[in-house]
Structure formats: structure tokens, C-alpha cells
């Protein structure tokens, strides 16, 4: 156990509906980061926040945004999905915003139909 | 921008033979190196990093990786497997600076250890 949290673990929706994922940090942990999971993709960054702020961005879509609140979970918002959104979404967290080991939750396995 | 490459996508070995997966990366600037492990339908777990320091880095469950600038590899070794490190391996790179923590992974070893 990582000590981070995903909610829910799965999540089987439409296309063109939005859905919200959720992460709790590990105690401690000011990072956050968001990462897809894809069989033609492969593990993909999509976005880092620490204490709050935005700190760096991979290749998000812009139907896709994040945020990380003053309690320091995150949340990661998909919006008009379509069905090649579908992946295992990663959270992670570290102590710190750069070379730090990062501790991945089990993930939210998203289905689009 | 940095990329990696694992050269191996799946790796079959008999249990309690040795194993070497290997990865190599491109960056312009420098950069600090993990490997990262994935049980099925479990999160990744951190085996080792190299940020600075001797070239060669030993992590859990006996892995270890040796960092060759030159070669630009980080290829990971195990003398002798277990069926229990049957899993999908990651490398991975974060070259800091503007890019913070952002990791850029490689595509996966799937390692298949056989009794």
C-alpha cells in the first residue's frame, strides 16, 4: 500500500459524458500528478501540482483539467470523453516538486462506450 | 525533451537464472533515472533511482542498475529471479528544471519468470 488513494476504482460511462477522478496524497506529500495508462500510449504524464499550484504539464487534452485543493487532494476532470479516452488513470504523490520518488495509487480504470 | 527506450518488450527467463533489462535514454540536458515496477492490477512501485553518486545503485528485491553516461543506459539487473518478479518493469527519466517532476517512461519489459 502507497499510501495514496484513487476513488473510484472503476468507472464505466458514455461518450460525450464527463466524469470526475479523485486522489488523496499520501501525508505529508505537497506533489500531485496525473498519468494515463494506454495500450498504444503507454504511461503518459499529464500534469503535476504541489501545494496547490499548477507546476508542469505533459500532453493534456483540453477537455481534460485538474486541480488540487487546499486539503491537497486533486481531482482530474474528463469531459466529452470519447471512447479513446478510455485508460488506467494514475495518481501520484512525492514530498517535494522535482527529483523525488514518486508513490503511485492503484489507479481508475476508465471504460468510455 | 527527454525520451527512453527499453529495448526488450517482453523478457522470458527461468526462475533463479539471471536477468538484464535494458533502457536507454536521450536527453540534452542531465537527467536522474528510476525504475519502476508494475504487478498486474496493482500501481507501480518504485525499485530504484539514480540521482547522483556511484554509477551503481542497488534497489529492492535484489534489483540493481548501473548507469552508464557514455552509453546513455541504465540497464537493470537481477542475479537470479523469482517467479515472484513476474511483472512489467518501467524506466523512466526526469530531467528537472522547467519539467519539475514530470517522468517520461519507456514502453514497459513485461518479464515472464518460468519455474
Known amino acids: 500500500d502507497s499510501g495514496v488513494t484513487q476513488t473510484p476504482k472503476h468507472l464505466i460511462t458514455a461518450t460525450g459524458q464527463r466524469v470526475t477522478l479523485r486522489c488523496s496524497p499520501r501525508?505529508?506529500?505537497?506533489?500531485v500528478y496525473w498519468y494515463q495508462q494506454s495500450l498504444d500510449q503507454g504511461l503518459q504524464f499529464l500534469i503535476q501540482?504541489?501545494?496547490?499550484?499548477?507546476?508542469a504539464k505533459g500532453n493534456i487534452l483540453e477537455r481534460f483539467s485538474a486541480q488540487q485543493f487546499p486539503d491537497l487532494h486533486s481531482e482530474l476532470n474528463l469531459s466529452s470523453l470519447e471512447l479513446g479516452d478510455s485508460a488506467l488513470y494514475f495518481c501520484?504523490?512525492?514530498?517535494?516538486?522535482?527529483?523525488?520518488?514518486?508513490?503511485f495509487g492503484p489507479g481508475t480504470r476508465l471504460t468510455v462506450l | 525533451a527527454q525520451s527512453v527506450t527499453q529495448l526488450d518488450s517482453q523478457v522470458p527467463v527461468f526462475e533463479e537464472a539471471p536477468v538484464e533489462l535494458r533502457c536507454n535514454y536521450s536527453?540534452?540536458?542531465?537527467?536522474?533515472l528510476f525504475w519502476y515496477v508494475q504487478y498486474p492490477n496493482q500501481g507501480l512501485q518504485l525499485l530504484l533511482k539514480?540521482?547522483?553518486?556511484?554509477?551503481l545503485v542497488k534497489g529492492i528485491n535484489g534489483f540493481e542498475a548501473e548507469f552508464n553516461k557514455s552509453q546513455t543506459s541504465f540497464h537493470l539487473r537481477k542475479p537470479s529471479v523469482h517467479i515472484s518478479d513476474t511483472a512489467e518493469y518501467f524506466c523512466?527519466?526526469?530531467?528537472?528544471?522547467?519539467?519539475?517532476?514530470?517522468?517520461?517512461f519507456g514502453q514497459g519489459t513485461i518479464l515472464t519468470v518460468h519455474p
Open positions: 501525508s505529508g506529500d505537497l506533489s
Open positions: 523512466a527519466v526526469t530531467a528537472g528544471g522547467t519539467s519539475y517532476g514530470k517522468l517520461t
Open positions: 501520484a504523490s512525492s514530498v517535494g516538486q522535482v527529483y523525488n520518488e514518486q508513490f
Open positions: 501540482y504541489y501545494n496547490g499550484e499548477e507546476r
Open positions: 536527453s540534452s540536458v542531465s537527467v536522474y
Open positions: 539514480y540521482l547522483s553518486g556511484s554509477t
